[in-house]
């Protein structure tokens, strides 16, 4: 059998024998980029029907086509993680949402704070990025990627109810093991802009019910160093590196 040459994510229904279309780009990149031939076998993945051995029933200038042969691994259940970061200047942001797919976050919220600075995101760049990282490290899923939301707004006494881990520079913050300690169900990092945040907003999120300040080492993190560091200690405290 021929080994599987790449690995794509899709929105499409997959099954045995379903036929599914492949966008343009990924078209492009299988006859162009890796010049496979009809009949070559990729692997096809969505969030939902697990991962599935495909082979290419066309593929041209037009488009390329795949038809489903079997299952190679069932659907596996996602840890009930969000990410909550503030946008970065330059590349950062794409690589924030890059690494915290590889993480195994569920979802990304982009977090507005008084020191963000970006404030304008291409979210349709950042799916791409996201997907991207999924079909290289094997997972099978992609994170949910959302609009933008102010720090107030999350603090909403109305807003959906999780455990926010709020990475704290400062204080007497608590270890991320010791905060996780009575296994909540669902679990929520958030991470500041550069310059972190103002006293008032630390101030605001250390009197929420919904917040627990927690401290991610000795040394001061960049901000995305601190989004990396989180999610890794949130994961073997609590989530599927446990």
């Known amino acids: 059998m021929m080994k599987p040459s790449q690995r794509l994510y899709?929105?499409?229904d997959l099954g045995h024998n379903h036929s599914v279309a492949l966008d343009a780009g990924q078209a492009h990149y299988l006859a162009h980029v890796l010049r496979l031939p009809v009949g070559a076998a990729i692997l096809l993945f969505?969030?939902?029907d697990g991962e599935w051995l495909a082979h290419l029933s066309q593929i041209g200038k037009k488009g390329a086509e795949a038809l489903c042969a079997e299952q190679t691994r069932t659907q596996t259940p996602v840890?009930?993680?969000d990410l909550l970061f503030a946008p970065v200047k330059g590349d950062r942001t794409d690589t924030i949402v890059e690494k915290a797919t590889e993480l195994g976050v569920a979802r990304i919220r982009p977090v507005l704070t008084e020191r963000t600075i970006v404030r304008k995101l291409n979210l349709d760049r950042l799916?791409?990025?996201a997907a991207e990282a999924s079909e290289q490290c094997g997972t099978l899923f992609v994170p949910e990627l959302f609009d933008a939301i102010s720090l107030m707004?999350?603090?909403?006494?109305?807003?959906?109810?999780?455990?926010i881990l709020f990475a704290d520079e400062a204080g007497d913050a608590m270890p991320v093991g010791e905060a996780?300690?009575?296994?909540?169900?669902?679990?929520?990092?958030?991470?500041?802009?550069?310059?972190g945040f103002t006293p008032a907003e630390r101030e605001k999120l250390r009197a929420s019910p919904l917040v627990r300040a927690?401290?991610?080492?000795p040394r001061i993190l960049r901000a995305d160093t601190?989004?990396?560091a989180g999610l890794t200690l949130i994961q073997s405290a609590w989530g599927d590196w446990v």
């Open 127 to 129: 799916r791409s990025r």
């Open 226 to 228: 601190a989004t990396f």
């Open 180 to 195: 996780l300690a009575d296994k909540p169900a669902r679990v929520a990092l958030l991470t500041g802009p550069e310059g």
């Open 46 to 48: 969505n969030g939902r």
């Open 79 to 81: 840890c009930d993680l």
């Open 214 to 217: 927690v401290n991610l080492g």
């Open 10 to 12: 899709i929105a499409a």
């Open 153 to 163: 707004s999350l603090l909403d006494p109305k807003a959906e109810q999780r455990v």
